[in-house]
Antibody
Framework: EVHLVESGGGLVQPGGSLRLSCSAS????????MHWVRQAPGKGLEYVST????????YYADSVKGRFTISRDNSKNTLYLQTSSLRAEDTAVYYC???????????????WGQGTLVTVSS | AIRMTQSPSSFSASTGDRVTITCRAS??????LAWYQQKPGKAPKLLIY???TLQSGVPSRFSGSESGTDFTLTISCLQSEDFATYYC?????????FGGGTKVEIK
């Protein structure tokens, strides 16, 4: 069974940084692209970032480009999201998500973690 | 970025109703369209991918269809557990994009 557990969220001041982590189990982590998707309180889903299975390709939403960095450690089955220059509008639950299909250029989003809340406020 | 326009944003329905939610892509996305269900306080769950393929374990009352850049999620006979928010999402190109969501409430 796919198991994704996010950590690292919390309260941070505007302009601050946080490193989110996602520990994965129940599947061959190194075979799947991974994503971060966020959801502001009471709002819809918003794409944040993607990293390919080997880490060689990364993608970002325009809203976080230059401020967030996605990475992974396949030896530790862990996904990361380094956030910086945080703004109030970055306040959201951040979900770690795996591709449904392995080694595919086009895959829906399969397993989701339960999310970690990031609150940006002074 | 490809814009996904979902409608309606919310509506009320009764158990047993047939309901339809639509999603329009701002450009062609082939059939790379997924539907997700989200209940309050929970992570989204994949229902349908490739516009019309039912994810394993999802009840057959859920179905998806497409016509050009217009996509439809249909629930043939609404059950109590189906009251939730539904999102469409394109995975044709990056950045991935979601529709704004449709909240299905009890009438």
């Amino acid at each position: 069974e796919v198991h994704l557990v996010e950590s690292g969220g919390g309260l941070v001041q505007p302009g601050g940084s946080l490193r989110l982590s996602c520990s994965a189990s129940g599947f061959t982590f190194s075979s799947y692209a991974m994503h971060w998707v966020r959801q502001a309180p009471g709002k819809g889903l918003e794409y944040v970032s993607t990293i390919s299975s080997n880490g060689g390709s990364t993608y970002y939403a325009d809203s976080v480009k230059g401020r967030f960095t996605i990475s992974r450690d396949n030896s530790k089955n862990t996904l990361y999201l380094q956030t910086s220059s945080l703004r109030a509008e970055d306040t959201a639950v951040y979900y770690c998500v795996k591709d449904e299909h392995y080694s595919s250029n086009w895959s829906p989003l399969g397993g989701w973690g339960q999310g970690t809340l990031v609150t940006v406020s002074s | 970025a490809i814009r996904m326009t979902q409608s309606p944003s919310s509506f009320s329905a009764s158990t047993g109703d047939r309901v339809t939610i639509t999603c329009r892509a701002s450009q062609g996305i082939s059939s790379y369209l997924a539907w997700y269900q989200q209940k309050p306080g929970k992570a989204p769950k994949l229902l349908i991918y490739a516009a019309s393929t039912l994810q394993s374990g999802v009840p057959s009352r859920f179905s998806g269809s497409e016509s050009g850049t217009d996509f439809t999620l249909t629930i043939s006979c609404l059950q109590s557990e189906d009251f939730a928010t539904y999102y469409c999402q394109q995975y044709y190109s990056y950045p991935l994009t979601f529709g704004g969501g449709t909240k299905v409430e009890i009438k």
